[in-house]
């Protein structure tokens, strides 16, 4: 979509030849903000880099914008880009127009704008909104520049943890169908009773049974399944042995069927 700016034009090239080598990155992505307003993240895609045996590699992405006509006041704002590029030490690139809205971009390695317009997730208790550094520090956690809300979401959320599980009551809500993932929650546990099957990320569930329950079924069932394993136990974190039950595969889904659960509260 269009998203209105205070420049002219934005042309830019990421570019880094060099003579070393080095793994992706991964993506870049680009939060426009004129005036300190957050107006939109684009993610322009995976960066090339390979594995090229001493041979130069180079990334590049060409990313060009322009502003709508009836943008007012097009020549005299001094517009700001700011694209963190995911690297291992968290380098941000910014480039500025120069005075008077010139397209012409310079990159400018960890150097900030006048003004921040560089915005990262922030996380406020259990919800997550995009602000500037500064704003966040005097209501929140601040994630970083250029980190998103998600999927997956970097702040805490249901079924990170045994403190904030998703809960589900039966058989008030039978048949529960709950469509989520691991993916970004951590690895919070170890040693429990999933023995090397707790060495991924993890998702919580809290079962609240109102009444003695015949032949309940578990399933997990995920589009290609690799080493996956669930459990029932009546604390958390699970015991590291003698779980209500369990069921592991490293290749296929997995199920728990025909479990008998008395009233209570179960994890």
């Excluded at 030490?89 to 921040?116: I, K, M, R």
């Excluded at 704003?135 to 904030?164: A, F």
């Excluded at 015991?239 to 595969?249: F, K, L, P, V, W």
Aim: proline share 6%; with cysteine.
């Amino acid at each position: 979509r269009i998203i209105r700016v205070p420049v002219a034009e934005w042309e830019y090239l990421f570019g880094s030849p060099g003579s070393t080598c080095s793994e992706s990155w991964g993506s870049r992505i680009l939060l426009f903000g004129p005036g300190g307003e957050l107006l939109d993240a684009v993610d322009i895609g995976q960066v090339n880099a390979f594995d090229c045996d001493g041979a130069s590699y180079h990334i590049d992405k060409w990313w060009l914008f322009g502003s709508p006509p009836d943008t007012e006041n097009n020549d005299d704002i001094n517009g700001w880009l700011c694209a963190y590029d995911g690297d291992p030490e968290n380098e941000t690139y910014t480039g500025h127009s120069g005075d008077y809205g010139s397209p012409s971009w310079v990159p400018h390695l960890n150097e900030s704008p006048t003004f921040d317009y560089c915005y990262g997730a922030c996380c406020i208790g259990e919800t997550c909104t995009i602000e500037t550094e500064e704003d966040c520090s005097t209501v929140g956690i601040y994630k970083g520049g250029g980190t998103d809300c998600g999927p997956p979401n970097p702040c805490l959320q249901e079924g990170d943890k045994c403190t904030l599980p998703i809960v589900v009551t039966l058989p008030a809500e039978l048949d529960y169908t709950n469509s989520n993932g691991t993916c970004g929650r951590g690895d919070n546990y170890h040693a429990t009773c999933l023995g090397d099957y707790d060495g991924g990320e993890d998702i919580i569930y809290e079962i609240d049974v109102t009444e003695d329950l015949d032949c309940i079924d578990i399933e997990v069932v995920t589009g290609s399944p690799s080493y996956v394993g669930v459990a029932i136990d009546d604390e958390c974190p699970l015991a590291g042995s003698g779980c209500i039950e369990t069921a592991t595969s490293a290749g296929s889904d997995v199920s728990i069927l025909d479990l008998q659960l008395t009233a209570g509260t179960y994890y």
